[in-house]
């Protein structure tokens, strides 16, 4: 993303042209929004040190010293990251019902748990986990490529900017069908100087084809070995090509939404605003003065703005320059324009409630578990965010599932440990079938838990006095007949249903 120079409005944009360069999927449209929005996650997107933030300032008509001020793109991302895959991993990739688990995995095939645990340990996969997350909210596409490596006798699972993705084909089911991964790397025959890394992937038949280049050229990089020689192109017979791609919100375009690409508008806005103001007050408490009875000084005043210094490289912020009258009716006074700061400071906070009302995980009473804040309320509050997250989950899950699936399957062929039984047709056969389960966004509070227990058999006591049975009520409440027979089985029912017969009341079926 350090190549990045231009700013082109029309590339920030989803509905301009949807083909050639001034679209929004073309490579140079991506860069400079993955640039953009790498920056705003970092607080630093009106800094000069952008090539493209001058221009982008002037087309939006912003302060000249605009700073991210309000900006709640990290809090957002951080928000996804927490809430995707968040939580520790269950390296025996349990379902999560037993024993808490950030991905949960459903399956029968207890042989697929166990290579799931080993690739997730071979991948590192409980802190990449979350680099994945990340990027997707940040960047609107990730992508999570199966790395090969016979030398190690392993098979892993790694991260893949989407800044380094040139070009990629999908199909209708966005299976990946040939990709062409470039960027900047050190020079394997000079580590002083860096180079420009390309590699293809595409299908032939149901080979894999691999080449890789070096500034263009067809290159034999020494970690690709075959036989023991470097070399330039190579085949697997993998049958499919091991890259997912996954899209943070999918809006029905080629590449996805990063999670604050609808709310930069008010963002910029409200820090344009914020900026301003922010330097008003400075110059309110260090203002430039109108003198009565003095004369001007030979040298002229340099004009707001234009005289940087090593102790002040942002004079415009701060700087008024001062006049000078004779008259000795005159009388000295700040020469600063009277702002209301009550009410620019509430037209910043409209601006805020508006970016929160669009992403109520910005808002504080999501997080006010404590207190007069009923499970109630608690929940209400939540349910948004709770569906927004929900929205997000399935294109991760999916990509990973699909992953997961190709490494086992690679696993298997190479004979590497803890993919024993698996091979590249395990897929094909049904052998690999399994997915991610659903888990709670938010983590239930203890306390809250209690409440709503005690609602719950608050509203069975209820039900049995109306002529409900506890058995039909638990099975209405989705109770499985495994848990209704703990409680019909047990020492204590038996005796109340007995106690009851014997009084002639309610006895629940």
Do not use: C
Request: proline share 5%; aromatic share 10%.
């Amino acid at each position: 993303m350090s190549g990045v120079k231009a700013f082109r409005e029309a590339w920030v944009n989803s509905g301009g042209d949807v083909t050639g360069i001034n679209s929004f999927g073309s490579v140079e449209a991506r860069q400079l929004r993955y640039a953009m929005n790498w920056s705003y996650y970092e607080n630093n997107a009106y800094r000069d040190i952008h090539t493209w933030a001058v221009k982008m300032k002037s087309d939006y008509g912003l302060y000249r010293y605009t700073r991210n001020i309000y900006n709640p793109t990290y809090r957002i991302v951080s928000f996804y990251r927490a809430h995707i895959w968040g939580g520790a991993l269950d390296y025996a990739a349990g379902d999560g019902r037993i024993v808490p688990n950030a991905i949960p995995i459903v399956t029968d095939n207890d042989n697929i748990r166990l290579a799931i645990g080993a690739l997730w340990r071979s991948s590192n996969w409980a802190s990449e986990k979350g680099i994945v997350a990340q990027d997707g909210a940040i960047y609107g596409d990730v992508a999570i490529r199966i790395i090969d490596d016979p030398s190690r006798g392993k098979v892993f699972m790694q991260t893949v900017k989407p800044s380094t993705i040139k070009n990629v084909t999908v199909d209708s089911a966005n299976n990946v069908k040939g990709y062409e991964i470039e960027y900047k790397r050190i020079d394997p025959r000079n580590p002083t100087s860096t180079i420009i890394y390309n590699e293809t992937a595409t299908r032939d038949g149901e080979d894999v084809v691999y080449t890789t280049r070096l500034n263009g050229a067809v290159y034999a990089y020494p970690e690709n070995t075959l036989n023991g020689a470097p070399v330039a192109e190579w085949r697997e017979p993998y049958g499919f090509i091991p890259l997912v791609i996954a899209k943070h919100n999918h809006v029905g375009l080629d590449w996805g939404w990063a999670e604050i690409h609808p709310a930069l508008s008010k963002i910029r806005e409200v820090d344009d605003v914020a900026s301003k103001v922010s330097d008003q007050i400075r110059k309110m408490v260090d203002s430039g003065w109108l003198f009565s009875g003095v004369k001007k000084p030979d040298s002229v005043a340099a004009m707001t703005g234009r005289s940087n210094t090593s102790d002040r490289p942002e004079s415009g912020r701060e700087e008024t320059p001062a006049l000078y009258a004779t008259d000795p009716q005159a009388k000295a006074m700040p020469l600063v324009a009277p702002l209301d700061i009550a009410s620019a400071l509430q037209h910043i906070g409209n601006i805020n409630t508006e970016l929160e009302r669009e992403f109520p995980e910005l808002q504080m009473d999501i997080w006010n578990s404590s207190g007069d804040t009923s499970g109630r309320a608690l929940r209400l509050a939540r349910q948004r965010v709770t569906q927004k997250v929900f929205e997000r989950r399935p294109s991760y899950d999916d990509a990973l599932t699909r992953a997961m699936q190709m490494a086992i399957s690679i696993g298997g062929y190479r004979g590497y440990e803890g993919y024993k039984g698996f091979g590249l047709d395990s897929y094909k056969r049904g052998d690999l079938e399994f997915h991610i389960g659903n888990r709670p966004v938010f983590e239930v509070d203890r306390f809250e838990k209690l409440e709503e227990s005690k609602l719950f058999w608050e509203t069975a006591n209820t039900a049995i006095k109306t002529g409900v049975p506890l058995v039909v009520y638990l099975k209405r409440e989705g109770w499985s007949d495994e848990e209704i027979a703990e409680i019909t089985k047990s020492a204590e029912y038996t005796s109340r249903l007995a106690l009851l017969g014997d009084l002639g009341g309610n006895q629940p079926k």
